[in-house]
C-alpha cells in the first residue's frame, strides 16, 4: 500500500497575497513528508518534519509567522498524536520554540505528561537541548501587526464568513 499524507496550511480567510505561499508551503511540506514515509517509513517523523517546514514559513500561523496576541506577544501550542497507540503530546502558550511541533513530540516521548505549558514547557526543551529563542526571531518584518486577532476578537466567526 502507498502512503498517505494530507496536511494542511490553517483554518479562516487566506487572503490573495498569501495564497501562493501557502500552496507552495504545503507543497514542500507533503514532499519532505512523503519522502520520509516511503525512505525510512516512520510516520510520526514524516508528520512532525512536515510541521516544521511550515512552521519555518511566514505564511503560516504557526512558529515563525505566528499571529500574534492582543498584547503583541507570540505565543505557540502545537500537539501531535501517533496513531499506532494514541500516546499525545502537547505545548501550550511556549514563546520561545522556533518548532512547537518538535517539542510536543519530546514532551511525549521522553515523560509521563501529555501536556505542558509556558515556562515549564520552554524549561523541559532546554533539559532536551533545545535552544529558546527571542520572540523577535519568531516574528517576520510584516507580522508586527494584531490587527487581525483584534477584528477576530470584536467580529468572531462573522468576521470569517464573507457570505455574511
Known amino acids: 500500500m502507498e502512503p498517505i499524507l494530507i496536511v494542511h496550511g490553517g483554518a479562516g480567510d487566506i487572503i490573495d497575497s498569501r495564497i501562493k505561499g501557502k500552496f507552495d508551503g504545503m507543497k514542500i511540506a507533503v514532499r519532505i513528508g512523503f519522502q520520509i514515509l516511503k525512505i525510512e517509513d516512520d510516520p510520526l517523523t514524516a508528520v512532525e518534519r512536515a510541521v516544521n517546514v511550515m512552521e519555518n514559513l511566514a505564511v503560516f500561523n504557526a512558529g515563525y509567522g505566528s499571529v500574534l496576541t492582543e498584547t503583541g506577544e507570540v505565543e ?6 501517533n496513531g499506532t497507540d494514541l ?3 502537547a505545548v501550550g502558550a511556549v514563546r520561545h520554540i522556533a518548532n512547537p511541533i518538535s517539542l510536543a513530540r519530546l514532551i511525549m ?3 509521563s505528561h501529555v501536556f505542558l505549558v509556558g515556562s515549564s514547557a520552554e524549561t523541559f526543551a532546554e533539559s ?5 529563542i527571542p520572540t523577535e ?3 517576520p518584518p510584516k507580522n508586527t501587526s494584531t490587527e487581525p486577532l483584534r477584528k477576530y476578537i470584536k467580529y468572531g466567526y462573522l468576521f470569517n464568513n464573507r457570505n455574511g
Do not use: P
Open 76 to 81: 505557540m501550542d502545537a500537539l501531535i498524536i
Open 87 to 89: 500516546s499525545t503530546g
Open 109 to 111: 516521548e521522553k515523560t
Open 128 to 132: 532536551q537541548g533545545i535552544t529558546l
Open 137 to 139: 526571531c519568531l516574528i
